[in-house]
């Protein structure tokens, strides 16, 4: 790209802002423009993407000096909305929260943090809910993506993250995929295992009923029905205890239950597996041989896994298997969820869920709430808060009367978004602060204008627990303000100053307060982000966890058993819906959609659909089709592949005009209260006299 004369350029490294991956990217910006977006390729020996960046790193970033960018704070009145001052504005907020919590209490309070902001400002809005609004009602979208990981991996290993390093992947023997769309959704790492696979000569068995690329670079493609995940995994277990392949020393030594396990999974022979799953007895037989076997194997899995109603015992069966095996604890080995958005870890890390304080930190660890009380100043409530969907269905009984929002946007998110409107539509007050009027805004009674990532200072933390710098090569949008700062600003007008200067004395609390990233310094993360735990400002950080022990003392096993999903197709609703993503677009399209450089390539929504089915139903290529569940009906384009198995429709959930959450149910994993996405019940009628049948 020709730099205009005159203007003069400045090279601002920062992380991107879409992925976990957490790539590090230079802004090649002007004053006011974005000029371009190069990969950052000077970076130490762990580097990640050493100067190779994604589509939507490149071309994604667009938004940031977007027209559409909200520049002023805005207000109700009638049907639209009005500009107002922040004063007026911020007196708003804080006067709505002070009355209704007086009316009704705090519990009637929520709020959502959200992974797109920074660590910094997520501890800020956590502990806005906690210290100033006195309630544990705060949660954000890894309630949607990995809570039935931080459930599972919690009660087995007695810590939730991912236990090793991407620059793992190249030591791992085998590469077990579960559930990953990893070229398309965490491109970085994807290209990983195909030069592991296509380069190294590593071995990659890919479990998706959807064919996705690394399919055709794996050893083992492994098909199963959908939902299906528990009968398979005890069927490897079944087969490697039978043929005596498990690790018995390390069995022995390093967990417990084992016979527990080993009753469970007797009966799931690859007789019964085939039953349930569809997977071939030959061939789950093989991918158990070719796991065991490996010095060192690598589990990698994403929403395939975690998604369903039973999410939480999907990974239990994950964890079992790995430690099974003797793949805890070792370099190239581990269980590897792959964390979704750029600062999902962080959020987490940063306490913006509602059973647990800062750094995982219990809220019924008398020491624990006696120590962020003496910091915070102010007593904290210590009952468990309600979960992000818990909060909407409360809103829609009445029981959640105002709602403050940060970066998320779940009228297009949560499922069953006819159900969602009804919620937000029944607060008493809904305050959301994003960069852009979302879906949701539209429903608020206020909406603030934040900054975007490039206009803050800051940390985001990748999936592989790696403590970033964010850094300013903007000053914030218009009116935009900080979002971090406008939580202290409401804060201080309900009486409680929090009285930061910077995101930087931010981080100094989180240190001081979150022993896993209490070696946490700005100065530290200069050249290179740091993987936490951290305990001190000598300390390294740590590539892979569970080393020598781990956190919980013994690995525990917990058996499972396979149980289907909840809506099972009939005869009204024949197929199983399962909905996701796409390389070009992104959670709910708000910023991926307004980049023309990717919207070109992908303007649409579309259903897959299977050439058998589409020959049953007499639909084309280009054909109009309306998909309809018992919740509500959206009409997409019909695209006709292989890559979807018969049986199963797949439909993105980026698209608004044909929003994927309009026919998805509220089914809850009972211990993660993560929402069953990828399965419900669906018929499909064509359109008849709309769109061509050539496309
Ligand atoms: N381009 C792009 N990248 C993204 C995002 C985006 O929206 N767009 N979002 C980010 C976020 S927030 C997240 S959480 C991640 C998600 O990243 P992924 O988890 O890779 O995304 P999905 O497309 O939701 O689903 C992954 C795969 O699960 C498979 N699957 C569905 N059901 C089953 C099943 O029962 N068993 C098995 N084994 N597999 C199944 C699907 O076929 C699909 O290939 O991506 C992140 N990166
Ligand atoms: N059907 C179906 N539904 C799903 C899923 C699925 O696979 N299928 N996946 C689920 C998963 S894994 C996830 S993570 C959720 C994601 O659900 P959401 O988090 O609701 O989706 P996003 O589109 O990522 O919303 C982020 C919002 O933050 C705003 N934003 C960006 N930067 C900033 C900032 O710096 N400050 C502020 N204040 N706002 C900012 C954006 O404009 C956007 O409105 O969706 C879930 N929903
Ligand atoms: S892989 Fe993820 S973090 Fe890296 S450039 Fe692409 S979207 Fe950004
Ligand atoms: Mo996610």
């Not at 107002?84 to 708003?92: G, H, K, R, S, T």
């Not at 959908?226 to 690790?247: C, F, R, S, Y």
């Not at 009445?398 to 970066?407: D, E, F, T, V, W």
């Not at 956190?551 to 009204?572: K, M, N, Q, S, Y």
Request: aromatic share 8%; glycine share 8%; with cysteine.
């Amino acid at each position: 790209m020709v730099i205009p004369k005159g203007m003069s350029t400045r090279k601002i490294r920062t992380t991107c802002s879409y992925c976990g991956c957490g790539c590090q990217i230079n802004l090649e910006v002007s004053d006011t423009k974005l000029i371009r977006v190069i990969p950052h390729k000077g970076f130490g020996l762990n580097s990640l993407n050493k100067g190779s960046i994604c589509i939507k790193g490149t071309l994604g970033h667009h938004f940031i000096r977007h027209k559409d960018r909200l520049r002023k704070p805005l207000i109700k009145k009638g049907k639209g909305f009005q500009e107002v001052n922040w004063d007026e504005a911020l007196d708003l907020v804080a006067d709505s929260l002070s009355r209704i919590r007086a009316a009704y209490g705090a519990d009637s309070i929520a709020g959502l943090g959200s992974a797109k902001c920074t660590n910094e400002e997520n501890y800020v809005m956590q502990k806005f809910m906690r210290a100033v609004i006195g309630t544990n009602n705060i949660d954000h979208c890894a309630r949607h993506c990995h809570a039935s990981s931080i459930a599972a991996l919690a009660a087995a290993f007695g810590s939730a993250a991912m236990t090793n390093s991407i620059s793992d992947i190249e030591k791992a023997d085998v590469i077990l995929l579960i559930g990953s769309n990893t070229t398309e959704n965490h491109p970085v790492i994807g290209i990983k295992i195909r030069n592991a696979v296509a380069r190294k000569g590593k071995k990659l068995i890919v479990v998706d009923p959807r064919e996705i690329d690394l399919a055709k670079y794996a050893d083992m493609w492994l098909r199963p029905v959908p939902g299906t995940d528990v009968a398979w995994l005890n069927g490897m277990m079944h087969v490697i205890i039978a043929e005596d392949l498990w690790n018995k020393g390390y069995v022995e030594t390093r967990t417990e239950n084992f016979l527990a396990l080993k009753e469970t999974v007797k009966k799931y022979n690859p007789e019964l597996v085939e039953k349930i799953t569809g997977i071939l007895p030959q061939d789950l037989i093989k991918a158990a041989h070719l796991y065991a076997r490996a010095e060192r194997a690598s589990i990698i899995y994403a929403m395939g896994m975690t998604q369903y109603v039973k999410g939480t015992d999907n990974v239990k069966a994950v964890a079992n298997l790995a430690m099974l095996c003797g793949n805890v604890g070792i370099e190239g080995g581990g269980v590897n969820p792959l964390r979704g958005q750029n600062n999902v870890q962080g959020a987490c890390d940063m306490g913006s869920l509602p059973d647990l304080l800062p750094g995982y930190q219990s809220l019924s660890d008398a020491a624990t709430i006696h120590k962020f009380e003496e910091t915070w100043g102010v007593p904290l409530p210590t009952a468990p808060g309600l979960t992000a969907t818990e909060i909407l269905t409360a809103s829609k009984e009445g029981r959640i009367k105002a709602l403050y929002i940060m970066g998320e946007n779940p009228l297009i998110s949560f499922p069953d978004s006819s159900y969602m409107r009804e919620a937000l539509k029944r607060l008493e007050f809904l305050v959301v602060q994003d960069i852009f009027l979302t879906e949701t805004g539209k429903l608020a009674a206020i909406v603030l204008p934040s900054a975007s990532f490039a206009e803050k200072d800051g940390t985001f933390t990748n999936t592989e627990r790696r403590i970033q710098r964010v850094r300013q090569a903007f000053v914030p949008y218009e009116d935009a303000k900080l979002d971090w700062e406008i939580i202290t600003l409401v804060s201080e007008r309900m009486g409680y100053k929090m009285g930061y200067q910077s995101p930087e004395d931010i981080m100094q609390e989180i240190a001081s307060l979150t022993p896993i990233y209490g070696g946490i310094y700005y100065a530290r993360l200069e050249k290179q982000g740091i993987q936490w735990p951290c305990p001190d400002e000598n300390h390294p950080g740590t590539p892979f966890l569970h080393k020598d022990g781990f956190d919980r003392g013994l690995g525990l096993f917990h058996p499972v058993e396979f149980a289907p999903p909840t809506e099972l197709p009939d005869e009204d609703y024949p197929f199983i819906l399962s909905t996701g993503r796409v390389r070009y677009h992104y959670n709910t399209g708000t910023l991926s959609r307004r980049c023309s450089n990717l919207n070109r390539r992908y303007p649409e929504p579309f259903v897959e659909i299977n050439p058998i089915d589409a020959t049953v139903l007499g639909i084309d290529n280009g054909t109009f089709v309306r998909v309809s569940s018992r919740r509500g009906s959206v009409i997409a384009k019909v695209r006709i592949t292989e890559r979807i198995p018969a049986g199963v429709l797949f439909i993105p959930f980026h698209f608004r005009e044909a929003a994927a959450n309009l026919l998805t149910l509220i089914a809850l994993d009972p211990i993660a209260k993560i929402p069953e996405y990828k399965f419900c019940a669906v018929n499909v009628k064509p359109l008849k006299g709309i769109g061509s049948k050539k496309d």
